[in-house]
């Protein structure tokens, strides 16, 4: 049954030369829904840089850049999301925490604030996340806002979603464990929707514990929260949102190299726009060939540029093929022509097209972006392709695809 679920998902995102001329119109950017969520100005505010104890939460998603395009502000995101639309958003339940009001806030990334929902005392969120008592510390809920990338890419916005949020799961661990915490899984129920005052519009869509259950008895939450619209207009008949609704949320926990330079690096991430492939070294492709990654996707490489190793198909270090697939590679990435000059490019396929092995991709592409930060060397994660000519290089299906190359000054 899933399966043909997943079948029926994967045929109508498919991206083909025929659908991608057909679908290429005019967008309207005035008519973009908000990429943030804004509680009422009544709420109560705390800035989030007044409290060294939230610092891995400010680093989870925060603004890092801000410039002006066509005379209007573009804000872009520690984490890159398809389009820049950023289609999530953070809620923390703060139990115990030293100097702040237990309750459930939702995280402000424009102003970098949290905002309180609601105070907590016996009542909480415990019971919907698994758990019979009460945890000290933050319950972290991260939500999806699938209207922001139906937008603009319709129903090919599903897979973008999921990637997004692998994305953003990924930031979470990092930061957690930059800072010394640990991350814990949760097992969370479908109706913390409803609990956390939303409509058809968002969706709870993973769940995670930084803190410690405590011993003492909680009550579940018996009214649920103020709803608030996640954009400031969103299309009533979205045809994603009964699709997303439907989705388990994802409770793997992800487990990742620590950086030192951790801080530094999640603000200077871009995703790269350009590549000189004189700047890329054998030694740092053949490192970025051998992160791990989830046992449920299977990666190739193919490398296009470099100095004196083989161009051609990798399976970790390995070249399996060697060859020139240049041409190929830009065709398959929908002729995307900055891809031409990236060193290589990695294929995340899967045996299993689904909305958790979208996640696993998103999680092991926010690695990749890091480790080429660490590197020195750009990267892009690259969601455009036409799906059925990703078959001469995998009998799977391609979920995902990470340009990376050496940096154009
Ligand atoms: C799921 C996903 C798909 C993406 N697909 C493409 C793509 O096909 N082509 C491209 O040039 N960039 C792609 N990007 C990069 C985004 O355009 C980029 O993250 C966004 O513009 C924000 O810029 P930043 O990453 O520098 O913050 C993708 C990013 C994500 C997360």
Redesign the pocket.
């Known amino acids: 049954m899933r399966y043909l679920k997943y079948c029926a998902v994967r045929e109508e995102t498919l991206l083909t030369p025929e659908s991608v001329t057909s679908r290429s119109t005019y967008l309207d950017w005035d008519t973009q829904p908000s990429s943030f969520k804004h509680y009422p100005h009544f709420c109560h505010r705390l800035k989030l840089s007044d409290y060294s104890a939230l610092q891995w939460l400010e680093q989870t998603r925060c603004i890092?850049?801000k410039t002006i395009i066509a005379q209007k502000p573009y804000y872009?995101?520690n984490?890159?999301?398809?389009?820049?639309l950023h289609p999530i958003e953070i809620y923390v339940q703060l139990r115990n925490i030293e100097g702040i009001l237990s309750g459930i806030y939702h995280l402000d990334v424009f102003n970098n604030e949290l905002v309180l929902i609601t105070e907590l005392g016996i009542e909480g969120i415990e019971p919907f996340v698994g758990l019979e008592n009460r945890f000290n510390g933050a319950l972290v809920m991260i939500s999806l806002v699938p209207f922001r990338t139906s937008w603009k890419y319709g129903l090919r916005g599903w897979?973008?979603l999921y990637?997004?949020l692998g994305?953003q799961i990924s930031a979470l661990e990092k930061s957690v464990h930059h800072f010394n915490y640990t991350l814990t899984k949760m097992s969370p129920q479908g109706y913390l929707n409803s609990v956390m005052g939303f409509g058809e519009d968002e969706v709870i869509a993973a769940v995670y514990g930084v803190g410690e259950m405590s011993e003492r008895k909680v009550r579940g939450l018996s009214k649920p929260l103020i709803q608030v619209s996640p954009c400031d207009y969103v299309q009533g008949d979205n045809p994603l949102n009964p699709i997303i609704a439907s989705e388990a949320i994802y409770t793997k926990l992800p487990i990742s190299d620590q950086y030192e330079h951790f801080l530094q690096m999640n603000t200077n991430?871009?995703?790269a726009?350009a590549f000189e492939p004189s700047t890329m070294n054998d030694a740092t492709i053949h490192a970025l060939l051998t992160i791990p990654t989830s046992a449920t996707l299977d990666i190739i490489a193919v490398v296009l540029h470099a100095q004196s190793m083989q161009t051609g198909i990798y399976r970790k270090d390995v070249c399996i093929q060697s060859g020139n697939f240049l041409a190929e590679c830009v065709h398959l990435?929908?002729n995307?022509r900055?891809i031409a000059r990236a060193n290589m490019v990695i294929l995340i396929t899967t045996e299993k097209f689904s909305a958790t092995t979208h996640v696993d991709a998103?999680i092991y592409?926010q690695e990749l972006y890091m480790a080429c930060e660490a590197q020195g060397v750009g990267c892009?994660?690259?969601?455009?392709?036409y799906d059925e000519e990703a078959a001469q290089w995998s009998t799977h299906p391609l979920l995902?695809a990470v340009a990376i190359g050496g940096k154009y000054e």
């Open positions: 890092t850049d872009r995101l984490v890159p999301s398809a389009g820049n897979r973008y990637l997004d994305h991430r871009r995703s726009r990435l929908l995307q900055f998103g592409a892009s994660g690259i969601g455009a392709f995902y």
